[in-house]
């Protein structure tokens, strides 16, 4: 089927574009669903000086190199907002906005954080008269004006700092008490010694003014409680992200309250075969490098579990023979000698039982599906149907003889 | 398709000479909203042939025609009928929207 695919990733940042260089180069048909423009938010960055191997690069050009890799081996781009997920069965199903269905053995959610809204009044009404998000973008049409910008993490002091080679004045509202800002301290050395910006402290804003365009924002001290009118025409709102997970609510993924999915070292998420990465995942570090870490190990968690399913698909549920599953652990001795005699058994008994052995170390998916609980275990399985199950080996030499 | 850039003395024949009912995205090559709203036009630019035209104005390339407008930020879709302003929308804009508004100026 045309739209049926090894592995399906969906976001084409950091964290799907190198799950999406892993996917292809293990041969696996992969798809990378894109929605906006390859590489995601780190497009917004202008300068990435931390990425191994690159001293200075601006964002696009980095996500340029990374798909530039990535179609090198072979995957596909489709550009397309999911909408819809279906994950409930081993071949799972994902649609797109436009109604388009694609079905795929595993499924890698990449799809990143969008800025988080502070839901004030006026925010909404006078976003692009004034109220902006990015200032690679935005920050030109202030040449010579008063700007507000709300945060104090990395992104709101260097986007501050940018905006001020064309405002006149960048005034920063800052949470915390005077001299504290979140971003890193080279950034916050030089922005507290701009002479193009100032600072508020201990305050937040609760609207932005205007009619037609931004006029000004109500600031409001935490610590005495007033309010003041600081009159502007424009604010920047760097409050930090929210993954953008949104569609995922009915999925049965397992997230967190603000939208993040756990995720095991593997990447695995709670449904079997579904992976998250990068700013989806509950994690300590949303970088640029840690997203491509979790992409690479997410995309060869996949590949072994798609080895895994195709593995049984083949040889066990298309078997004409009656198949032994026998859950074992290859370390173990007593495992082993296990092996040795039900192999003999079966050959001296005639009963030309296909035997296949699964390795608890590394099935863990095989193992769940058949609620093993004690090993080694013996499945009996006739056309993938399971007809018997004998525990231990006594019981096991009985039960076939 | 990808849509027609116009050039500020282009901008002055479609808009206010022709009177095409119309909408002009103003966009910028390093705006990753624009990047996806740029799409959604070019995706309904066909089923509105002859009807409904649809542009692109670069900011970079264009200053004087953001300063016109006055506007605070891209991307912004701006709608125009008989050399009339009819509003503009702002930001991360979707298909229904833009529909919509060109159902109201088509009308």
Redesign the interface.
């Given at each position: 089927m045309a739209n049926s695919y090894d592995l399906i990733i969906i976001g084409g940042g950091p964290g799907g574009l190198s799950a999406a260089i892993y996917g292809g180069r293990a041969k696996l048909k992969t798809l990378v669903i894109n929605k906006g423009a390859i590489g995601g938010l780190v497009n917004t960055t202008r300068e990435i000086v931390n990425y191994p191997g690159y001293g200075q690069i601006s964002g696009p050009d980095l996500m340029k190199d990374f798909k530039k890799h990535a179609e090198t081996f072979g995957v596909e781009f489709l550009k397309g907002e999911v909408t819809q997920t279906n994950f409930s069965q081993t071949e799972k199903k994902v649609v797109t906005k436009k109604g388009q269905e694609f079905l795929a053995k595993a499924v890698i959610v990449a799809c990143g954080s969008e800025p988080r809204l502070l839901n004030i009044p006026g925010e909404k009404r006078l976003r692009g008269m004034g109220v902006a998000y990015c200032a690679t973008c935005d920050a030109e049409f202030f040449e010579g004006e008063d700007v507000v910008v709300v945060g104090s993490g990395d992104q709101a002091i260097e986007e501050g700092m940018f905006i001020t080679k064309f405002a006149r004045k960048v005034t920063v509202i800052v949470l915390h008490d005077e001299g504290i800002l979140d971003c890193n301290k080279v950034s916050a050395e030089k922005a507290l010694n701009h002479e193009k910006m100032e600072f508020i402290w201990n305050s937040t804003i609760e609207e932005v003014v205007g009619k037609e365009n931004v006029e000004g924002v109500k600031i409001k001290n935490l610590k005495t409680g007033s309010t003041s009118e600081l009159s502007c025409q424009g604010v920047f709102f760097f409050v930090g992200m929210v993954p953008s997970t949104g569609y995922l609510k009915d999925s049965g993924i397992a997230m967190d309250k603000r939208g993040y999915i756990p995720v095991n070292e593997l990447m695995e998420t709670n449904l079997e075969g579904v992976y998250a990465v990068g700013d989806n995942r509950v994690k300590y570090l949303r970088q640029v490098v840690s997203a491509a870490g979790d992409g690479a190990t997410a995309a060869v968690a996949a590949e072994r579990y798609i080895e895994e399913v195709n593995d049984f698909n083949n040889n066990v549920l298309q078997s004409d023979k009656k198949v032994l599953l026998l859950f074992f652990n290859a370390q173990d001795n007593e495992s082993l000698k296990y092996r040795a005699a039900l192999e003999e058994l079966n050959e001296k008994s005639g009963t030309d039982y296909k035997i296949l052995c699964v390795d608890m170390a590394t099935k863990k998916n095989l193992a769940e599906k058949y609620a093993i609980k004690t090993i080694p275990s013996v499945v009996v399985l006739e056309k993938g149907t399971e007809i018997n199950r004998l525990e231990g080996l006594e019981e096991s030499l009985e039960g076939l003889t | 398709m990808s849509l027609k850039q116009l050039s500020a003395a282009g901008f002055e024949e479609v808009i206010y000479d022709n009177g095409e009912p119309c909408v002009v995205i103003f966009s910028?090559k390093?705006?990753?909203?624009?990047?996806?709203v740029v799409?959604v036009l070019e995706e309904l630019q066909p089923k509105y042939e002859n009807k409904f035209g649809f542009y692109y104005v670069d900011?970079e390339e264009d200053k004087a025609l953001?300063q016109r407008f006055?506007?605070?930020?891209?991307?912004?879709l701006l709608y125009f009928k008989d050399g009339e302003y009819h509003g503009?929308q702002?930001?991360k804009v979707e298909e229904d929207q833009v529909e919509e508004r060109i159902a109201d100026i088509l009308e």
């Open positions: - | 910028r390093e705006c990753h909203v624009c990047k996806e799409p900011v953001f006055s506007l605070k930020g891209v991307p912004q503009k702002a930001g």
